[in-house]
Every structure is written in C-alpha cells, then in structure tokens.
C-alpha cells in the first residue's frame, strides 16, 4: 500500500523538476515587427517618336450619282439592252432601251416638208422685193414705202421659216429621245419597264448610278477635325489642298479587305443631334479588278475608316490605362514613384499621347495601385527578374 501510493508522488515530483528545468534553459525570443515588402508595378520605358495622328469612323458606302430614267416621249418600248437589268454594267452612250420610232421618223419628215415651203415663200418674196424695187425706180418718185417693197411680206416668211426650223428640231429630238441612252458609265439599280410596255412622257423605267467613284460619308465629331489637314470651303474660293488618305476596311465573304481613298470635301452642316461633322471620302474604280481579286466596293457596303491625320513631333504614346485623375501619370525614378503632370495631346480607349511632361527613358507605371503617396518606395516587375526575387513571377 505504501509503494502504491509513493510511486505517483515520486513520478509527479520528477516531472515538475524536469518541467522546471526546461523552463529556465529556454532561450530568449525577440519579436520584431514584419517586413512589408514595398509594392510590385509594371513599368513601361518611353521615348519620343513622330507619330501621325488617325481618326477612326465608319460608314456607308454610296454612289457619288444615282438617277431615275424617265421616258420623255410615248411609245411602246420594242428592244431593251441585256446590260439594263438589276446589277448589269453599261458605259457612257450605250443603248439601254428604244421606244417605237415611227410615228416620230414621219414627224420629222413632214417638219422638213414644212421648212422647204418656207424656204421657197422667203426666196418667192425676195424676188418679188427685187422686182418691186425696179419698177420704182423706173416709174415712181421719192422713196418707196416698204409695203411696196416687200418688207414685211419678207419678215413674215423668215418667221415662218424660224418656226418651221425650231418645228424640225423638236421633232429630230423626239425621234433621239426613242432611244434612252446612258448618261453615264454605271450600274443598273432597279429595272421598272420591259419590252412590249407602252411608256409616255414622265414614266420611270429605272434606276442608274455612276461607278467611275464612289462616295463614303464619315460622321466625326467636330473637335476631331483639330487632327486633319483640312482646308474649310469659304464663299468664293475653292480648296487649295488636297484632304487626307483613308483607309476603308470591310468583312466581306469571310474575309477582310482593304481599299484606299481620299477625303474630297467637308459637308455644310453639323448634325443637331449628334454634334458630328460628315467628311466625304472618294474612292475611285471601286469596280475595278484589283492584283488580289478584291471584291467590289458595293454601294450600301458598311465600311469601317482610319482617316490620316497630322504628323506631330517629340511626342510620347502610352498605354490609357497609365492615365491618372487630374492629367497625372505616376512615374519611377530610383524605385520610388512620383506623381507627373502632363499635357494630353489625344487619348482614345487604347493610348494617349503625350505632348509635355514626360522626358526621354522616363519610367511610367502601368499598374493600378489604391493608394499611392508621393515617394513611396516600389519594385519594379524588371527589377525582381534581375534578383530573381519571388514577386518577379508574375
């Protein structure tokens, strides 16, 4: 009983003698506060360049001419041009449709009889005057009256003979208004007469415009035009220089394809709704066969542009995401960043382009950051490559 009881006691005693030695040998902990390593960002080296301003829009693409073919004599039409349908090609003075030219070939005959008759009635009264005058002055005393002479009977017979003439006339247009020719080289629109239909004067027969070049109106906004060499069209004066280059993109097949124009004039007015300004851009032979079998540049084709603006000097291009409030940029010099002022020449979704308040191998950064005090201490993404640090992993 006695060892039963003395046992535990001495085990006990061990361990709190143990536990006690171990407490006094335990070496001394110093705490320290935690390093917060200063905060990782992107940085970009920039440099001046010369850069060529571009304005970017879109639109429509249209005929620089588009008419309506109207018949201007009546008649049933009896041949029509296989060109004049919807979509066919024609050139300048082809036949597209004839109307029946009888009835107007037998007005020109009898307009013709009309002015020999009136050829002969002033000749007839001509010599009649000649006449007259003889036996005057054989017979009579003083000066002859022109009754006697003739004179009104002669002016009579030239007006009948003017009348006669512009008779011929109207009847030889009629008959060449039988045949409608093509204004222009073109494109058949929309057809709206066939062969057997009887037309009269003022009925459309179709549709036309002219394929030499087409037009491309491309709204901007008016503040834009800061960035083109433009001359405005004044009063009396006619544009000096010629508009800038575009360049037109559209999807088309499966496929996107390039074409090149010219921006030719400013319209008049600005859009009260909108606030933009049209500039219209020309493009010449869009039907044209190109080297890479290009398709055509169709009218009604949505058309991307990138107008070619000024060419500016000494300026610095960056990121848009580099922008900070106030017209700021943050900058690292020795690993620390800086807030900078800058003049913003353009910035659009992508870039900004900076005319004043960066220098050359200056150090932007590209990261966003919360909070930023003016010199605080940073790394930079290049830095931590170089020591191979963790944080340079990204």
Request: aromatic content about 6%; hydrophobic content about 40%; charged content about 20%.
């Amino acid at each position: 009983m006695t060892k039963k009881v003395l046992l535990p006691i001495l085990i006990l005693i061990l361990g709190v003698v143990g536990a006690a030695g171990l407490f006094a040998s335990r070496d001394t902990v110093e705490t320290r506060p935690p390093e917060v390593p200063p905060p990782l960002v992107r940085v970009s080296t920039v440099n001046p360049n010369q850069i060529q301003l571009k304005v970017l829009t879109q639109g429509t693409v249209t005929p620089r001419t588009e008419s309506t073919l109207i018949a201007q004599v009546a008649g049933q039409i009896i041949s029509v041009s296989p060109a004049f349908a919807s979509g066919g090609f024609f050139e300048k003075g082809d036949l597209l449709l004839s109307i029946d030219p009888r009835d107007y070939e037998v007005a020109v005959a009898q307009a013709k009889v009309q002015v020999a008759q009136a050829e002969l009635m002033i000749s007839r009264e001509q010599e009649e005057s000649a006449i007259a005058l003889e036996e005057w002055e054989r017979m009579g005393k003083g000066q002859p009256s022109d009754l006697v002479l003739r004179k009104p009977q002669i002016a009579e017979a030239q007006a009948a003979l003017e009348a006669a003439t512009g008779a011929l006339t109207r009847a030889q247009l009629n008959l060449e208004r039988t045949s409608i020719r093509a204004p222009y080289a073109g494109r058949v629109r929309s057809k709206s007469a066939d062969t057997g239909q009887y037309v009269g004067p003022g009925t459309p027969i179709g549709r036309i415009y002219a394929v030499d070049y087409a037009e491309v109106r491309l709204p901007i906004p008016d503040q834009d035009l800061a960035y083109l060499d433009l001359g405005f069209g004044f009063r009396g004066q006619s544009p000096t220089t010629k508009g800038p280059k575009v360049i037109l993109q559209a999807n088309f097949a499966g496929q996107t394809h390039l074409w090149e124009g010219q921006i030719v004039r400013i319209e008049g007015e600005i859009d009260a709704r909108s606030r933009m300004i049209n500039l219209v851009a020309r493009i010449d032979n869009p039907y044209g066969l190109s080297e890479n079998n290009r398709p055509p540049l169709a009218v009604g084709m949505y058309v991307q542009a990138e107008i070619m603006g000024k060419i500016v000097d000494n300026v610095y291009s960056i990121p848009r995401s580099a922008l900070r409030p106030n017209k700021q940029i943050l900058v690292v010099t020795d690993n620390r960043l800086y807030y900078r002022d800058i003049d913003i020449l353009r910035a659009d979704a992508s870039e900004a382009i900076i005319s004043r308040g960066l220098n050359p191998n200056d150090q932007i950064c590209l990261s966003p950051l919360d909070t930023v005090v003016d010199g605080m201490r940073v790394r930079t993404h290049n830095q931590d490559l170089a020591n191979n640090t963790p944080g340079g992993q990204q």
